[in-house]
Every structure is written in C-alpha cells, then in structure tokens.
C-alpha cells in the first residue's frame, strides 16, 4: 500500500523564523515528490519538487530535503513570512500517473 | 485566464439527485485528473485522463461516479443519486504532458458539492 503522512495537523511559527514541515512515505522503487500549497478557496499550487536521485533541492527561501533510508521529507521554510500562512501537502508520485497526497499541514506565521 | 477552471464554484444537492461538475483545463495540456478532498484531509485520486481516453478510474468510489472527456479538453464529473458521503471539494488538475511523472499539476479551484 502506498502511504503519505503528514502528522502534524498545524504549526505555527514566529515571523523570520524557520518552518520545518515533515512527511513520511511507504516503500516504492520510483518515487517523485512535491510539496503543494494552498490557501482557502483555492486549489493547490506547486511549490517546490525532489526526485529520489537527490537529497536536497533549493528554491530562494524554500528547500526539500529527502532522507531516502528513513523514507522521510521536510520543507524548510526560511525565513518564514506572514504570506506563507496556508495548508502544506506533501504529494508522491509512486511511479504511476497519479500523485498520493498527505492530509496536510496548517502552518501560521505569527507576525 | 489561463487557469484550470471549474464550475460551478458550489454546488448544493438533496440527497438522490443527480450533478455534474464541469472543469475547463489549461489549453494544451493532455492530463487531465479529478480529485476528491473531504474536509480535513488531501486530494485524493479519482480517475485521469490522458487527452480524450480515460486511462484510469481506480479511484471512483463506486458506480454512481462518472466522467467524461469527449473531445480532449473540457471534462464533465457527474455524480448520479447523491449521497451525504458525497459531500467534498472537487479537484480538477491538468498538466502538459501524458501523466504525473515529474510535472506539476495545474490545479483548479475546485467545487464544493454539499449533499443535505
């Protein structure tokens, strides 16, 4: 079964400060991951993408890293900014043509 | 706009009737997928389509979902005989080439169907 958790259901952090989002996946031999964001009333838009060949990839404030024997990803959101308040889902393309999303995390950048 | 469109934006059914939910996608993209995202939870995959051929359907919940893509561009979701179970956000998302594989998905802004 093709699994992806996100277990934490909310995060708030101070302005200016680090966000650290996690998200943990079951075993699959071709894997491709993303991190979406949303805001209320609007679909998901793509954030930031990994594939399972590297372990980190950087995008201005936000970087991914991919931990592939621990089968565990994070967003590094830094510095964090009151615009990056919304709903964070990790995503993982298992090797078919579609992707497996986690439940999401609620981050609130605290001004 | 250049957005993936759905309508309509909200949609509220009694119990039995029949809907259906439109979603426009970015012209040119050849994938097209739907979404479900109850509350609280992620997106989850219903079926997808790869220009007019639905190539996957694992994800409809049962035989009252149905969906459509005639001519490779415009798709209709309908949901027949309406459940309170029903009662979600639908995602529409397209992208530029056959499947996910390493491409962004283009996300709509969804409808929310409410089942009284």
């Known amino acids: 079964d093709q699994q992806v958790k996100q277990n934490s259901p909310s995060l708030s952090v101070q302005e200016g400060r680090i966000s650290i989002l996690n998200c943990d996946y079951t075993?699959?031999?071709?894997?491709?991951f993303l991190w979406y964001k949303k805001y209320p009333a609007e679909g998901p838009t793509f954030l930031i993408s990994?594939?399972?060949?590297?372990d980190k990839n950087e995008d201005g404030r936000f970087t991914v890293f991919l931990n592939k024997s621990a089968k565990h990803l994070s967003l590094h959101i830094v510095p964090s900014q009151p615009g990056d308040s919304a709903v964070y889902f990790c995503?993982?393309?298992?090797?078919?043509?579609?992707?497996?999303f986690g439940t999401g995390t609620r981050l609130t950048i605290i001004p | 706009g250049a957005g993936v469109s759905q309508s309509p934006r909200y949609k509220v059914a009694k119990r039995g009737q029949d809907v259906a939910l439109r979603c426009d996608p970015i012209?040119?993209?050849?994938?097209l997928f739907w979404y479900q995202q109850a509350l609280g939870q992620g997106p989850e995959f219903l079926t997808y389509f790869q220009n007019e051929a639905q190539l996957d359907k694992s994800g409809l919940p049962s035989d009252r979902f149905f969906a459509e893509r005639p001519e490779g561009s415009v798709s209709t979701l309908k949901i027949q005989r309406t459940q309170q179970e029903d009662s979600a956000v639908y995602l529409c998302?397209?992208?530029?080439?056959?499947?996910?594989?390493?491409?962004?998905?283009?996300f709509g802004s969804g409808t929310q169907l409410s089942v009284l």
């Open positions: 998302a397209s992208s530029l080439v056959p499947g996910t594989g390493n491409e962004k998905l283009f």
């Open positions: 012209s040119g993209h050849v994938s």
């Open positions: 990994i594939s399972s060949i590297k």
């Open positions: 995503a993982v393309n298992f090797g078919n043509e579609k992707l497996t």
């Open positions: 075993n699959s031999m071709f894997d491709y």
